[in-house]
């Protein structure tokens, strides 16, 4: 009884209930100008300059706006299974070139792994945050209720400082998931989910939630970094190959699946497929993300450009 009190007092305060600061609405992405197109830069050899690659790929959006980045900080575990502190300090670098100077980092850990203060220090998104952004630990962050209206979602708990920001890019890495097939920008929005509905996201229909999760908090520019991937495993740990690739884009559906293309043709390398369709849409999390519409209403595929 006492180990077992013991255990709740020093657990995350996040852990113990959720504390609401509100209700909030779905938050909508800006007017995008490049909806049908997916920007990809060969990476087999690094890139001479990350920062130049970043600097290539951000849209012209007003210097003044509030941009928030929102991150791979699952566990603490290296790169792929968490952000890349390299390629995120070279983004935030670009950022300040361009002189966007209210930029904060965010994310939330997993329940296993809070505080995410804890995991950001760990991985060395802490020291490559510092001096160039704000890091916005969400679990210490208000929270408010935001309604989804979907079919195994009715209303999701998020951060409320979604609401608060003008631009939202999603750094996403590529990997496989035990549980999901697949983790790429969609999958990276369960990090706005408060941990204690994260138990009950996980337990049924997970591909479908993720899905509309994509709906509640809408990025206005996807990056995956595929540098390097997880070929099989993941999300924290897997087996590690060289993809190559770093895609982006505005419309988050056609981004996910021109990775779920470049994850596939990996895997058929390698001889592990694990049950992976050829036909991105045979893959229940961006079948039904198509079908509620994330991205575009009117799905009508998407061109591929190299950057």
Not at 6 to 20: A, K, Q, T
Not at 49 to 62: I, T, V
Not at 85 to 96: G, K, R, V
Not at 128 to 156: E, M, T
Request: net charge positive.
């Amino acid at each position: 009884m006492f180990r077992r009190l013991f255990r709740y007092v020093i657990r995350p305060s996040v852990l113990r209930r959720i504390v609401l600061a509100g209700r909030g609405e779905m938050r909508i992405a800006g007017k995008r100008l490049t909806d049908e197109q997916v920007f990809f830069r060969d990476c087999k050899n690094e890139p001479a300059s990350l920062k130049g690659l970043c600097q290539s790929l951000l849209p012209a959006w007003d210097i003044n706006e509030r941009i928030l980045i929102k991150i791979n900080l699952n566990t603490a575990d290296a790169y792929p299974a968490s952000t890349d502190p390299a390629f995120l300090t070279a983004l935030l670098d670009a950022l300040q070139d361009k002189g966007y100077r209210n930029v904060s980092v965010g994310d939330c850990s997993s329940i296993g792994a809070l505080p995410t203060k804890k995991v950001a220090a760990h991985t060395g998104i802490e020291e490559a945050v510092r001096g160039k952004a704000r890091l916005i630990c969400f679990d210490k962050r208000p929270w408010v209720r935001v309604p989804i209206g979907g079919k195994y979602l009715s209303s999701a708990v998020v951060p409320k400082m979604v609401s608060e920001v003008d631009r939202i890019i999603h750094l996403a890495n590529m990997k496989t998931h035990s549980l999901a097939d697949f983790s790429f920008g969609m999958k990276l929005g369960v990090g706005y989910m408060h941990p204690l509905e994260r138990r009950e996201l996980h337990r049924e229909y997970l591909r479908e939630k993720v899905a509309e999760l994509a709906l509640a908090v809408q990025p206005d520019l996807t990056i995956i970094d595929g540098r390097k991937a997880f070929i099989c495993g993941g999300p924290a740990t897997g087996v590690v190959e060289k993809a190559g690739v770093v895609l982006w884009g505005e419309n988050p559906l056609a981004v996910d699946v021109e990775a779920y293309r470049r994850l596939y043709a990996l895997k058929r390398e390698f001889d592990c497929l694990e049950g992976f369709s050829e036909d991105p849409f045979e893959m229940r999390q961006l079948q039904y993300a198509r079908q509620i519409g994330v991205g575009n209403k009117d799905w009508q595929g998407y061109r591929i450009v190299e950057a």
